[in-house]
């Protein structure tokens, strides 16, 4: 850890003894006031992830940085906690769930070996049993959420022997969809396409690929694309809603061409 490091984070904390005490707004913030602007802030992180935009990211997590900050000088004005005890549980819970880098634990199976352990340790903190997938937050966005119910899963074995076996289950899912489609059912269609939605963000799991971070570079991808289309039929005098769908879909195609990622 350098100077400067220590320096900044030190600066940082008096800034913020700073804020509390003379700036009105920074006076009446709340942990209930501040969450909405700490999932915002979280959100442009991540956003700034998927642009592979560094010095986004240095800036975000900076913006980040700053709430955890304010969220510790709130406790410890409570006399709940301070930035110490905040650091102290980290740093104690990390050591304790890292017993191959910190113990004589030994590794074998990699990174997933890894993350079984992490789960086992996790649930052997608690003197009384706690349910494998209480830790799952209610709030998270649907697909992120169906993600870390499969992770938590796996850490206690409940998952397939092979990634390849999902498949069977990805299509079984989709016939049952079909069935559903054809009978009408619009309550019945909402649980079968659930289902679907849950197996394919299951096989993205199982072949190591962010299903949240894929669908939106599709969701960019799309855009990128329906915004050439339509700025080439600006460009031609002509409106999109007076134009056939396979008078759009030749524009589509050489948007394509254009914008191959």
Same mark, same amino acid.
């Not at 304010?70 to 406790?75: E, L, Q, V, W």
């Given at each position: 850890m350098t100077e400067k490091t220590i320096s900044e984070f030190s600066r940082l904390l008096s800034i913020m003894d700073e804020l509390r005490e003379k700036c009105p707004w920074d006076q009446k913030q709340t942990n209930q006031s501040l969450r909405k602007l700490t999932i915002e802030e979280t959100y442009e992180l991540a956003d700034a992830i998927l642009k592979d935009d560094n010095d986004a990211i240095r800036k975000e997590l900076g913006d980040l940085? &700053?709430?955890i900050v =304010?969220?510790?000088?709130?406790?410890s004005e409570k006399g709940l906690f301070d930035m110490g005890d905040v650091l102290e549980s980290i740093n104690t819970k990390l050591v304790y769930r890292h017993?191959?880098?910190f113990g004589d634990v030994s590794v074998t199976r990699g990174a997933r070996e890894v993350e079984e352990n992490w789960e086992k340790l996790k649930m052997n903190e608690h003197s009384e049993y706690k349910p494998v997938l209480s830790g799952v937050p209610a709030s998270l966005p649907a697909t992120v959420k169906a993600n870390r119910i499969q992770e938590k899963v796996r850490g206690v074995g409940?998952?397939?022997d092979s990634r390849?076996?999902?498949w069977d289950k990805v299509t079984e899912e989709l016939d049952e969809l079909k069935k559903e489609v054809a009978a009408?059912?619009?309550?019945?269609?909402?649980?079968? &396409?659930?289902?679907? =939605?849950?197996s394919v963000i299951n096989a993205a799991r199982l072949y190591e690929i962010d299903p949240e971070a894929a669908l939106e570079k599709t969701n960019r991808k799309f855009i990128r694309r329906f915004n050439y289309l339509e700025k080439q039929t600006l460009a031609k005098g002509l409106s999109l809603r007076d134009m056939t769908l396979d008078e759009m879909n030749i524009i589509w195609e050489e948007?394509?061409?254009?914008?191959?990622d």
């Open positions: 940085m &700053l709430h =304010f969220y510790a000088k709130i406790g017993p191959h880098v409940f998952d397939w390849e076996q999902i009408g059912s619009k309550i019945d269609m909402e649980a079968e &396409l659930g289902d679907l =939605f849950f948007a394509k061409q254009f914008d191959r």
